[in-house]
């Protein structure tokens, strides 16, 4: 089975359906197998959605709609826990014309394909970039009498998939890691290791001591754009900063290649992450660490000292052995 491959800068189409989103409700498809859900936040902040009949094998030439309404700052995740649905042949372009799901958003009051899924892998979780999202579910005929359709758990979140750090009530999406509370950890791109939300900014400040440094190395790192990363090129983009503002000796990152490792200057860092609302990409994982920073001077100091330690050692051991060789030609 296949999935289709996430929009990016390389795929043969970029198809975007441009109907306007007029509504969240639409009117339901008379058919066998047919449905139209919508579900509200207000009512479930997660819950689970499924194919008609699953486990059974769902009805042929069936279309379903979950429309997915948050409020404010949520944004609906969605993770397939099983997909299984027919594909008559290897290669299809897109998952055009053979059973699939299908995700959409809003982007400018615009409706816009999110990804298409089909055929029996796993597709990877999804996030809207706003407060709702429309899953559509469409079946043709001639399926084998094996397939058993999908099973998906959806989430209204405000942590934009973001487990780490402790998130700032005064942003949108900043999280912050401050060395009295955790020393060491990881932190990664909304929705990590699925696809990262068109249109969004998240901020990652690093707090340490007054005499510690911060340390990041990245794990992994897929963030859709051409170096140097700028609007021009329709670039997502990681900027690093030891202050607040921009950095401009430290030049943003995109693309495949992981960022060197990186070491802050003094005891405050911070990371942005920015997607625009074009292409996608899987994202990054870091690990940070908050280490101290020793005074050049002192370490000079005692380097000098244990010099002197092992002088006085090495000396001493000198003279025990030449008493034990008069000793030895005394005898």
């Known amino acids: ?18 109907a306007a989103f007029s509504a969240l ?34 009805p042929e030439n069936a279309r379903c709609n979950y429309h997915f309404q948050g409020e404010g700052k949520e944004r609906v995740q969605i993770k397939f826990t099983d997909f299984d649905l027919y594909m008559p042949h290897e290669g299809i372009k897109e998952c055009e014309n053979v059973d699939s799901v299908i ?24 996030m809207s970039n706003e407060h709702r999202m429309t899953v559509i579910f469409q079946s043709f005929g001639n399926r084998p009498p094996s397939v058993k359709g999908f099973r998906a758990i959806y989430q209204f979140v405000t942590n ?10 005064q942003g949108v999406c900043t999280f912050i890691y401050n060395s009295s509370e955790v020393s060491n950890g990881t932190f990664s791109t909304p929705n990590y290791p699925g696809v990262y939300p068109r249109d969004t900014e998240c901020h990652y400040l690093f707090y340490g001591k007054s005499n510690e440094k911060i340390y990041i190395e990245f794990a992994y790192f897929d963030v859709e754009g051409v170096p140097p990363c700028l609007s021009d090129t329709a670039s997502d983009y990681v900027e690093f900063s030891n202050f607040r503002t921009v950095d401009r000796k430290i030049p943003r990152h995109c693309g495949n290649l992981r960022p060197t490792k990186i070491e802050s200057d003094a005891d405050f860092f911070r990371v942005a992450f ?24 002192t370490v000079r100091q005692v380097s000098a000292v244990q010099n002197k330690q092992e002088g006085l050692r090495s000396s001493t051991l000198t003279t025990v052995l030449a008493h034990i060789l008069v000793f030895l030609i005394g005898q």
Do not use: W
């Open 25 to 58: 409700t639409l009117a339901p498809v008379r058919g066998n197998g047919s449905c139209d859900h919508v579900i509200m936040s207000n009512s479930s902040k997660n819950g689970t959605i499924t194919s008609p009949l699953y486990p059974n094998p769902y």
């Open 103 to 126: 995700g959409f958003i809003t982007i400018k009051g615009q409706r816009e394909r999110l990804d298409n899924f089909c055929g029996s892998h796993l597709p990877n979780q999804i």
């Open 160 to 169: 934009f998939g973001i487990p780490s750090g402790r998130q700032d009530p």
């Open 274 to 297: 920015k997607s625009n609302d074009k292409f996608d990409g899987t994202g990054f994982e870091a690990f940070y660490q908050f280490r101290n920073n020793p005074d050049p001077f």
């Open 1 to 18: 089975g296949q999935n289709m491959p996430r929009k990016n800068r390389v795929s043969e189409t970029l198809l975007g359906i441009c």
